[in-house]
């Protein structure tokens, strides 16, 4: 079995494969200060719960975007579970050329999104990623990874609303039954869920035109929220970067003896 995480800001997902299946996942909090301890005690027990020895595990994979918590996920693995992390990062061999200015600094969420896409849907294609920023991860026919756009989350723009605005309130993420609110309430569903499906609708068609066309694959935590109001998805995959970890581990195999 094959154990994956993907350590978001937000969310970390976590799943594990038998071969190209996904057995079980889960998705949690990432807390930026948790210890060895806590981390390790945290992933033997979903192991646990699911009826996985750590023994069967054969390799663990992470794409982290938050570097303060890698050493600690890296120890815990270590301690509780005896594998040795293989982190997406610079020297792993991706199998996507990267046409891009600073390849660097390309996260490893974006670079799993684009590798599984490429190898699911084929290309041309798009990611849209909606997490705690929504990213846009374009693909060329010939499986390049082009570039892409980065805008904030629709839950950290609803914050900043909230956090600013004083007599609003928090409200559900859902688009009310028509665009011009009665109400408070239902006139920010509008602003944020439909404003938010505008501009993601609106991006998506700019990113189309100048690649000449192509799939759109939507993804991330939020992603079925905006997949409600807009049929600009050809495919939404809850799973996409899971799987790119998975295949990013394939290409760079390390089993434990």
Not at 36 to 46: A, H, K, P, S, W
Not at 57 to 73: C, K, L, N, T, W
């Amino acid at each position: 079995m094959l154990l994956a995480l993907d350590v978001g800001n937000t969310h970390t997902t976590i799943g594990v494969f038998r071969g190209t299946t996904i057995l079980r996942r889960w998705r949690l909090t990432t807390v930026h200060d948790r210890t060895v301890d806590e981390l390790g005690i945290f992933l033997r027990q979903l192991c646990e719960w699911a009826e996985i020895s750590p023994s069967d595990i054969r390799g663990v994979i992470i794409g982290s975007v938050v570097p303060p918590i890698d050493a600690a996920f890296r120890a815990a693995i270590s301690t509780y579970l005896h594998a040795e992390p293989l982190f997406v990062g610079p020297g792993i061999k991706s199998g996507m050329p990267l046409r891009v200015d600073t390849p660097l600094e390309l996260g490893a969420d974006r670079l799993c999104n684009a590798v599984a896409a490429f190898a699911e849907y084929g290309g041309p294609c798009v990611v849209v990623d909606f997490g705690t920023a929504t990213t846009w991860d374009v693909v060329s026919k010939k499986g390049e990874f082009l570039g892409g756009v980065i805008a904030p989350g629709l839950e950290i723009s609803a914050e900043a609303l909230f956090a600013r605005a004083a007599k609003l309130p928090r409200i559900e993420l859902a688009a009310p039954a028509r665009v011009i609110g009665k109400g408070t309430v239902d006139s920010m569903q509008a602003g944020i869920v439909l404003g938010y499906v505008g501009l993601t609708e609106g991006l998506t068609r700019r990113v189309l035109e100048e690649l000449g066309g192509g799939s759109v694959i939507a993804t991330g935590g939020l992603a079925g929220v905006i997949a409600r109001y807009t049929t600009i998805f050809n495919a939404v995959d809850d799973d996409l970067t899971l799987k790119g970890l998975r295949i990013l581990w394939e290409r760079n195999r390390i089993e434990r003896a």
